[in-house]
């Protein structure tokens, strides 16, 4: 393995994460997927190639109205493909794409400042993925050597365009959306139990809304039928009749006849009182806030809670979908496809969906595409003699008609058809598809998001599709990614190397920048990095909540708050914090660190490495590239990495899309040094009970379900 440098400009930054991917700039005007657009500089001039550096050196950007930074991509290539590339010096001219993984490639900023606002941008673009990902311990701020990069001119060789590898780019873009897809879909997928029971939910709320909307808000003999019907369906009593005689009509007019007879069960009850509730006007009343409304849905959100953790994951050992050299090779193990469905699958993966014609927003191209595999099911069901008397011919003609304004009554189950049909009439947004799929009544979303994941591309997957992964545990996404790099490339998951001496002080790792100023650490020890790099924001709200405690116990504090700034900044809550403190001759006028400071501020050291120890005793292990159990700090404010990427917390606010940005709003405006501090919060408490509360009153409550978790974690409860 060899590493190379990248010089780039942030503006790149997304383009990079959409596909995970750097190619020559030629290729992006030509290719059929993701952003058509790069930003040439100077140090990669080629129009053919992109110049690989043997060495991170500085470079400047010119003055723009665009957020426009100097950024290096770090890449680990293997031997034989470095071997294989034009060479001028020690530069190496790449003509192919080089396809990045957090294992292999990492992302260097020269400033603080200019990484955050790259992924503050990258939060606004729906097709970066996975940028939180790398952000862990990919996404860096170094301090580059003296040195600048040469301007080539035009010393470099000519290097022709390589078309082969465009195209390449092309099926590999499917192929990672193919495989994404089928993965993510499985994740999505339920079971009848739970999918009859939201069903049955929504419906309520359907006829509650109406009702709600109706001018005497009362319901209408159909509507007060349909919901006894499905109250009923819900209660003990009605799968204790079903018990015993098997039968649903039979069981609703028992239900009825106990009704004539008086008979009063809780859940009518309940139906009496939501009805009632609906009545209620106040002078903001709305869906979101009567309370009859916020009971079913509060139902529907336990019902979706319960489903996200019952999912399960496919095995990668003995994977169910396999891929090689860019054709979808077998699929084992579906309740889709089997025997000529299976084929039939195969050659619409292999020899349609690939096409560049079917790319992107589905409703644009869903006639072409249905004419392209009905064509393609007559040619493979004739191979069999199977083509006049089968169900495909029905079934996908049908659709075509559909699609162009016709009826379409059709059994929906879980099978190839109803994928297909799903994904081409509601697949231009995956939740839409899935919402579509549940009130079908079907399962198994394997299949449909294959389809969905192909046409689209992995570059065009918007990423609260892609985030369902982190749903995993680290250890599993780790083997989905080796493995699929393996059945996409044909090789092994490239994995950066350790490296020590004078090679790891190339590059070295700057301090947090602390009310913006920026302080260097220069070091030639890597390992007295620390793991998790906090933010800007994340040091000095860190800071600010501890030296607010120390003041109230010390007042006298306060006088040298600037050298608690400076040393906690360089150290955080550390036993080196104390010793600057201690060995600092200016502070406290002279006399030294009091004895009441040095007391507090090792308390809080040893209360941090007791917690330290918990957590490893807890997990055995410490969290790896990958692992979605970031350690919290035990503060709401400061835990923005932890709750972004904890499984647990992303579960039960993953419902809502933008969740993740409400977050990021929410403590940036409780610091007072960001930009988008809020007045609002100015002067308001900041302890985590605070906190917690306000944050579950956000935006009329909608993240109350996460209530028990942020109780739990903050409060100790």
């Known amino acids: 393995m060899k590493r190379y440098y990248i010089p780039t400009s942030s503006l790149n930054f997304n383009n990079i994460l959409s596909s995970e991917s750097i190619s020559p700039y030629a290729f992006y005007e030509r290719r059929t997927f993701g952003y058509h657009r790069w930003t040439k500089t100077p140090e990669n001039p080629n129009d053919n190639a992109t110049v690989l550096y043997p060495a991170l050196k500085n470079f400047i950007r010119p003055t723009s109205d665009l957020e426009d930074h100097p950024m290096v991509i770090e890449v680990w290539l293997p031997d034989k493909e470095v071997d294989a590339m034009t060479a001028h010096g020690e530069l190496r001219l790449c003509d192919h794409t080089i396809y990045l993984t957090p294992f292999s490639s990492k992302f260097i900023f020269f400033k603080q400042a200019d990484k955050d606002i790259a992924l503050s941008l990258s939060a606004s673009s729906i097709e970066t993925k996975y940028a939180d990902l790398y952000s862990r311990s990919r996404i860096i701020v170094a301090q580059p050597s003296d040195q600048e990069y040469e301007n080539l001119g035009n010393l470099l060789p000519d290097v022709p365009l390589n078309n082969n590898a465009i195209t390449f780019d092309t099926a590999i873009n499917k192929m990672k959306g193919l495989l994404f897809g089928f993965y993510i879909g499985h994740l999505l997928?339920?079971?009848?139990?739970?999918?009859?029971?939201?069903?049955?939910?929504?419906?309520?709320?359907?006829?509650?809304?109406?009702?709600?909307?109706?001018?005497?808000?009362?319901?209408?003999?159909?509507?007060?039928?349909?919901?006894?019907?499905?109250?009923?369906?819900?209660?003990?009593?009605?799968?204790?009749?079903?018990?015993?005689?098997?039968?649903?009509?039979?069981?609703?007019?028992?239900?009825?006849?106990?009704?004539?007879?008086?008979?009063?069960?809780?859940?009518?009850?309940?139906?009496?009182?939501?009805?009632?509730?609906?009545?209620?006007?106040?002078?903001?009343?709305?869906?979101?806030?009567?309370?009859?409304?916020?009971?079913?849905?509060?139902?529907?959100?336990?019902?979706?809670?319960?489903?996200?953790?019952?999912?399960?994951?496919?095995?990668?050992?003995?994977?169910?979908?396999?891929?090689?050299?860019?054709?979808?090779?077998?699929?084992?193990?579906t309740i889709y496809v089997n025997g000529v469905d299976k084929q039939l699958f195969i050659s619409w993966v292999n020899d349609i969906f690939t096409s560049s014609n079917y790319n992107g927003k589905i409703s644009t191209f869903n006639a072409d595409l249905s004419d392209e595999i009905t064509r393609k099911a007559k040619e493979v069901f004739s191979n069999v003699g199977q083509w006049d008397?089968?169900?495909?011919?029905?079934?996908?003609?049908?659709?075509?008609?559909?699609?162009?304004?016709?009826?379409?009554?059709?059994?929906?189950?879980?099978?190839?058809?109803?994928?297909?049909?799903?994904?081409?009439?509601?697949?231009?947004?995956?939740?839409?598809?899935?919402?579509?799929?549940?009130?079908?009544?079907?399962?198994?979303?394997s299949i449909p998001f294959a389809i969905y994941g192909e046409l689209n591309g992995f570059a065009g997957l918007p990423r609260d599709f892609t985030d369902n992964m982190f749903l995993c545990n680290g250890k599993y996404l780790e083997s989905v990614y080796e493995e699929f790099y393996g059945e996409l490339f044909d090789k092994k998951l490239p994995r950066e190397e350790k490296v020590c001496g004078k090679e790891a002080s190339n590059a070295i790792v700057k301090s947090h920048v602390l009310s913006g100023n920026e302080k260097n650490i220069q070091t030639s020890d890597t390992s007295q990095i620390q793991e998790n790099e906090k933010s800007s924001m994340q040091q000095n709200m860190e800071f600010e909540v501890f030296f607010e405690e120390l003041t109230k116990k010390l007042k006298s504090a306060q006088t040298d708050k600037k050298l608690y700034e400076q040393y906690f900044n360089q150290f955080g809550m550390t036993e080196q914090f104390l010793d600057a403190l201690i060995e600092d001759k200016n502070i406290n006028k002279g006399k030294g660190i009091h004895a009441g400071a040095r007391k507090f501020i090792e308390s809080k050291i040893k209360s941090k490495d007791k917690e330290k120890k918990l957590r490893i005793s807890k997990n055995s292990k410490q969290a790896e590239l990958f692992d979605n159990i970031v350690p919290s700090s035990g503060v709401f404010l400061l835990d923005f990495e932890f709750l972004s990427t904890n499984s647990e917390f992303r579960s039960i606010v993953g419902i809502i899309p933008e969740w993740q940005s409400d977050l990021k709003w929410f403590i940036e405006s409780h610091n007072p040094n960001h930009k988008d501090y809020s007045k609002y919060y100015a002067q308001k408490p900041t302890d985590n009970g605070t906190i917690v509360d306000q944050f579950l009153r956000l935006k009329k409550g909608r993240y109350a379900n996460a209530k028990d978790f942020l109780v739990k974690v903050y409060l100790n409860k």
Request: hydrophobic share 35%; charged share 30%.
């Open 189 to 333: 997928s339920t079971d009848d139990v739970s999918i009859r029971k939201i069903n049955k939910y929504r419906k309520v709320r359907d006829i509650f809304a109406a009702i709600l909307s109706s001018i005497d808000r009362e319901p209408t003999p159909v509507q007060m039928e349909t919901l006894r019907e499905i109250f009923s369906s819900i209660s003990p009593l009605y799968h204790d009749f079903m018990d015993e005689v098997k039968d649903k009509n039979i069981v609703l007019r028992l239900i009825n006849i106990l009704r004539k007879r008086l008979y009063s069960s809780p859940l009518d009850n309940n139906l009496e009182d939501l009805l009632n509730g609906l009545k209620k006007k106040n002078h903001n009343d709305t869906d979101h806030t009567n309370p009859s409304m916020e009971w079913i849905n509060d139902k529907i959100t336990s019902v979706n809670k319960e489903m996200r953790q019952k999912a399960t994951v496919l095995s990668v050992e003995n994977p169910q979908i396999i891929v090689g050299q860019c054709k979808l090779i077998d699929v084992k193990d």
């Open 389 to 445: 008397e089968s169900k495909a011919k029905v079934i996908l003609n049908n659709l075509r008609r559909h699609i162009r304004g016709s009826e379409f009554e059709y059994s929906w189950s879980n099978d190839l058809y109803s994928a297909i049909a799903a994904v081409l009439t509601n697949g231009d947004d995956w939740q839409k598809l899935l919402l579509f799929m549940q009130g079908k009544g079907m399962t198994d979303y």
